[in-house]
């Protein structure tokens, strides 16, 4: 299969995030790394940051792609951390950078739209206001944020394993019981 441009500049922006921090990185860096143009860059995004935005949503698609349900939400939340660990350095030069909120902030977004799958799947056959269903997947959102959060900060020195099965624990059964608290 052959790379499509988007594929080439993201494979250019992690072998320089490899070394460099994000606000290090200009469009020439990246350019140069892939032989490509400035203009190429951005016929396909506006800015670096843009890059970084589509390159975590495509990640994030492909790992988390087939456990958006209650049974497999675990198996989804390692996979995410497994990729990060697999990926240390970079995710450090993102996260240790000026922009660190964005990367928070998108974070926040796909673990959230991953969370509202699954908080969907199990309130099927019941009936639960939206704004109760969003609230829920707010809150488990925000938890499984800090998890992430307070492992990058901590070097990501944890098993990825042991963080999930703990959460696990806590989680169990959690979202059904929320969720026909809030039924009709």
């Known amino acids: 299969m052959q ?10 922006l992690n072998v320089i995030l490899e070394k460099k921090p994000i606000d290090k990185i200009t469009v020439k860096d990246i350019v140069s790394e892939c032989n490509l143009t400035r203009q190429t860059f951005y016929n396909h995004f506006s800015d670096i940051y843009g890059l970084v935005e589509y390159s975590a949503k495509e990640n994030a698609n492909e790992l988390l792609g087939s456990f958006s349900d209650y049974d497999t939400w675990q198996k989804g939340f390692y ?40 908080v969907e799947k199990q309130a099927e056959g019941m ?36 963080i999930v099965d ?17 039924a009709k």
């Not at 488990?140 to 307070?150: K, P, R």
């Open 3 to 12: 790379a499509t441009t988007e594929d080439v500049l993201i494979d250019a």
């Open 79 to 118: 996979a995410v951390m497994s990729a990060m660990r697999a990926h240390k350095s970079i995710i450090q030069n993102v996260y240790q950078s000026v922009y660190r909120d964005l990367m928070e902030k998108y974070i926040y977004k796909v673990i959230y739209s991953y969370i509202i799958d699954v």
């Open 166 to 182: 703990q959460t696990g624990v806590l989680v169990h059964g959690d979202f059904k019981k929320a969720l026909k608290k809030y």
């Open 127 to 162: 009936v639960v206001d939206q704004k109760h269903k969003d609230f829920i997947a707010h809150f488990y959102s925000l938890a499984f944020i800090a998890l992430i959060l307070e492992w990058i900060m901590d070097n990501m020195r944890a098993d990825p394993q042991e």
